[in-house]
């Protein structure tokens, strides 16, 4: 069965600390990975596409990272403004037309 | 360019009583997609369409109907509201493999 698992559930940072979530998944056949932002009562925001081990993807402060097994989401001296909860989701290659989300990270960084 | 909107925001319904949720998208986005968010859980794919006048079962399709008679739109339904259907609703859209772009969301509370 196709299932994607975050952790942690919840992350408290200082600001400028470093740190990774995690997203590991089993899919019959990888055929992309997705992370997401989501802000309090908005609507997740897409971050970053990862399609095979290996690849990295960067955005300001976040670094994505694919393995074949888990993804990371790294942060690097995160800043107030980072604070969300961050969704990591899996395309499967049996049915490219569906999407499996994680329940999520939940980040607060504080000044 | 608003992207994708969803129409209502909020909504009350008592048990047994029904309506649709309007989720219309300007980007001519082929795929669209409804989830439902609980806490905990993550997004859960309801239906979703891969284009006009076409629309398929995602992983919690009990209780909902759908309708693509537009491109550009997706309705979802309740033909007869329960407690259980509680919940906060996500539209979203994609090109095919892409990743998706999603509304504001409608909280959903059913008494």
């Known amino acids: 069965e196709d299932q994607v698992t975050q952790s942690p559930e919840a992350l408290r940072l200082q600001e400028g600390e470093s740190s990774s979530l995690n997203c590991s998944y089993t899919v019959s056949g990888l055929r992309g990975l997705f992370w997401y932002r989501q802000d309090p009562g908005k609507g997740p925001e897409f971050l970053f596409t990862?399609?095979?081990a290996g690849e990295e993807k960067e955005k300001e402060r976040l670094k994505a990272t694919l393995t074949k097994k888990e993804s990371f989401l790294h942060i690097t001296a995160p800043k107030p403004e980072d604070s969300a909860t961050y969704l990591c989701a899996v395309q499967a290659g049996g049915n490219f037309n569906k999407f499996y989300f994680g329940s999520g990270t939940k980040l607060n960084v504080k000044p | 360019n608003a992207g994708v909107t969803q129409t209502p925001k909020f909504r009350v319904l008592k048990t047994g009583q029904s309506m649709t949720l309007l989720c219309a998208q300007d980007m001519n986005h082929e795929y669209m997609y409804w989830y439902r968010q609980d806490p905990g859980m993550g997004l859960r794919l309801i239906h979703y369409?891969?284009?006009?006048?076409?629309?398929a079962k995602g992983e919690v399709p009990d209780g909902y109907n759908v309708s693509r008679l537009k491109k550009q739109n997706f309705l979802l339904g309740l033909e007869s509201a329960a407690p259980s259907q509680t919940s906060v609703y996500f539209c979203?859209?994609?090109?095919?493999?892409?990743?998706?772009?999603f509304g504001p969301g409608t909280r959903l509370t059913v008494t």
């Open positions: 369409s891969v284009g006009e006048g076409t629309t």
């Open positions: 979203a859209s994609s090109f095919p493999s892409y990743e998706q772009y």
């Open positions: 990862l399609y095979s």
